[in-house]
């Protein structure tokens, strides 16, 4: 995951929409049943972050190794990652132990195709496919995405990736043998891994691969052009995409039978006041975030708001294209961890070479907070995510959605003594549970993440797994914690509440219950 996209100041402890939304649901008593029958629950991960064996086996790097590589000051290797290429088997075995119907976990376009085109390398093919029917055969649905940050380097270096067009023909390549090969036992498919995000990160602040940016908008650039590349680049996403899809649809689903959906990282974006000012920047927030995906994706073309405050820079449909881009999911993936708090800042639109954050005139301000000892975990505002999914039932006409991605930071020294992340999984699948009683049209939901994996902004410093693993330890120990219990009795049927705030609610699983078996 990433977040934090630019990092900003917790001036206001409380803002406007947060003190709407205080009651919260905490002392809520659920259990699983309570959600449709074919209602899934999973955890995710991305190749780079669990693999390792980075260059083993044929494997060449994506712009993610390129990433990690920068100057670092730690034994913990992202190369060596969890080392699931060798410990899938083990892996599968914890997936068994917590309960889950499904894994979320990428593909990795260089260790498939190491060339970016051309032959397959079967050693990735035998990988993939053993890791694949080791979960089927535990009942275990794989749920694939296709690109996670991961672009093969060596498309970067030939010709800039999604700067060129070439990428979209060597994409379709690419889903194609992953479509042909696995396609008989993988069922859904996502072609993007938080699309908007990259492109934020990746061509505007720089601050995630593949790094570009240009001054003053950017940190510490050296090339790329924050005003016009994130357009362009989004651009070509939604093409490469809309043509995946396209060929998924027409060569593979008769027969395969299988969904296909992009990823986006979703905020609920909060005005800092009630004024109408800050409230109206918000909605630009919704519209130049994830209206710039899901207005294409849903009508076609990109938001009213983002042509008139991005002009010329803003690519244009053609007729064929809007037609080939509209409607080209089965599904969308979220990713949601947090509110994010908005301000006005329409002075931006005053000045003559812009980026998509003053295009958008608005200010983000992370409302992150520090909470001793932990140092650094989310905010517990459940509510956020019950908006968002409010947002695109009214706006985007409700289409399935999978819960890709949602889940607690904290220090990696916080080990498997985890109460916060109980708290914050016991409270969001509660939300989310009212969202779909509301109508809400969400179809699963993935725990970020399954193990202690390097993150792409923390590095192994700040992690979200329902398993530690101990990087000290050459075998990479995984330990369940407490919040691994707890998902796994909710899984499991049990019901479940904090525990800690009312003691006598029948079989609740209480918190006090779950340390002494976690430790
Ligand atoms: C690297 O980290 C170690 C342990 O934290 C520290 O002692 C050392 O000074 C650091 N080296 C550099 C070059 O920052
Ligand atoms: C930019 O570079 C400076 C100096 O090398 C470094 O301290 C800072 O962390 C960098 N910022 C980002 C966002 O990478
Ligand atoms: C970015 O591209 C635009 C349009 O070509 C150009 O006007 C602008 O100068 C470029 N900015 C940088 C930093 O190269
Ligand atoms: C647009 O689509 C129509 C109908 O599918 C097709 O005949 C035409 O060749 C396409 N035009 C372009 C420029 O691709
Ligand atoms: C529930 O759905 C209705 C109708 O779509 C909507 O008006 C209402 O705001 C929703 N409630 C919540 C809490 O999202
Ligand atoms: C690592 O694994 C090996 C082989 O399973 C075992 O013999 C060894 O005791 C393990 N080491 C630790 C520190 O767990
Ligand atoms: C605790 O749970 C019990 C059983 O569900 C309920 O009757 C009682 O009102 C709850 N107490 C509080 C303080 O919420």
């Known amino acids: 995951m990433v977040t934090r996209v630019i990092v900003g100041l917790c001036l ?49 790097p ?30 599968v075995q914890l997936m068994v132990e917590t ?21 397959v390398n079967p050693k990735g093919l035998r990988y993939y496919n053993n890791l694949i029917n080791e979960l089927i055969s535990h009942g275990i649905e794989p749920h694939v995405t296709l690109t996670h940050t991961d672009t093969p380097q060596v498309l970067e270096d030939e010709y800039g990736s999604f700067l060129n067009p070439k990428i979209i023909e060597d994409f379709i390549s690419y889903v194609d043998v992953c479509f042909r090969e696995f396609g008989d036992r993988v069922r859904y498919w996502t072609t993007f891994n938080e699309a908007n995000i990259f492109v934020i990160g990746g061509y505007d602040v720089g601050i995630t691969p593949p790094s570009r940016c240009s001054s003053p908008f950017g940190f510490n650039c050296t090339r ?85 405050n991005g002009g010329s820079k803003i690519p244009v449909f053609t007729k064929n294209e809007s037609e080939l881009v509209k409607g080209s999911f089965d599904f969308i993936g979220i990713n949601y961890y947090y509110i994010m708090g908005v301000r006005d800042n329409s002075m931006s639109l005053t000045t003559v070479q812009r980026d998509l954050y003053a295009d958008m005139a608005a200010q983000w301000i992370d409302l992150d907070t520090v909470a001793p000892p932990e140092e650094f975990i989310y905010p517990i505002e459940p509510w956020g995510l019950e908006r968002v999914l409010e947002h695109y039932k009214e706006v985007y006409q ?6 890709h991605e949602n889940g607690q930071v904290a220090s990696y020294t916080t080990s498997i003594n985890d109460p916060f992340r109980v708290e914050y999984l016991h409270d969001y699948i509660g939300i ?47 330990r369940p914690k407490l919040s691994q219990k707890w998902y796994s009795q909710f899984l499991k049927g049990k019901n479940t509440n904090h525990g800690y705030k009312n003691e006598s609610s029948g079989d609740a699983t209480t918190l006090d219950d779950l340390r002494y078996r976690a430790s």
């Not at 809520?28 to 991960?45: H, Q, V």
């Not at 990690?68 to 992202?78: F, K, L, M, Q, V």
């Not at 909060?270 to 000012?277: F, K, M």
């Not at 409700?398 to 819960?403: C, L």
């Open 398 to 403: 409700n289409p399935p959605i999978f819960i």
């Open 62 to 91: 994506s712009i993610y190794d390129t990433f990690a590589h920068r100057s670092r000051n730690d034994t913990r290797n992202p190369d060596v990652a969890c080392d699931q290429y060798h410990k899938y088997k083990e892996d």
């Open 99 to 119: 309960g889950l119907d499904a894994y979320r976990f990428s593909i990795s376009w260089s260790r498939l195709i190491p060339n970016g085109r051309g032959p």
């Open 224 to 308: 790329g052009n924050s005003t016009t590349e994130p357009y362009i680049v989004t651009h070509r996403i939604l093409l490469a995409h809309a043509y995946a899809a396209r060929l998924y649809k027409e060569k593979y689903q008769p027969k395969q039978l299988g969904f296909i959906g992009i990823n986006l990282l979703t905020f609920h974006f909060s005005p800092l006041t009630d004024t109408l000012e800050d409230m109206a920047a918000a909605k630009r927030c919704y519209d130049f975030l994830i209206g710039w995906f899901m207005h294409p994706l849903t009508y076609g073309d990109y938001p009213e708001i983002m042509k008139k």
């Open 432 to 478: 989310l549970l009212n969202a779909v009683r509301n109508g809400s049209n969400t179809k699963g939901y993935f725990v970020w993440s399954l193990l202690d994996v390097y993150e792409l902004l923390f590095d192994f410093d700040y992690t979200f797994g329902l398993y530690y693993v101990d990087y000290n330890d050459p075998n990479l120990t995984r």
């Open 12 to 60: 206001l402890p409380l803002c406007f929409d947060l003190l709407r939304g205080a009651a919260g649901n905490k002392d809520r008593e659920y259990n699983r049943n309570a959600f449709p029958k074919d209602f899934i629950f999973g955890a995710s991960t991305s190749a780079y972050q669990v693999e390792g064996a980075a260059l083993e086996d044929g494997r060449k």
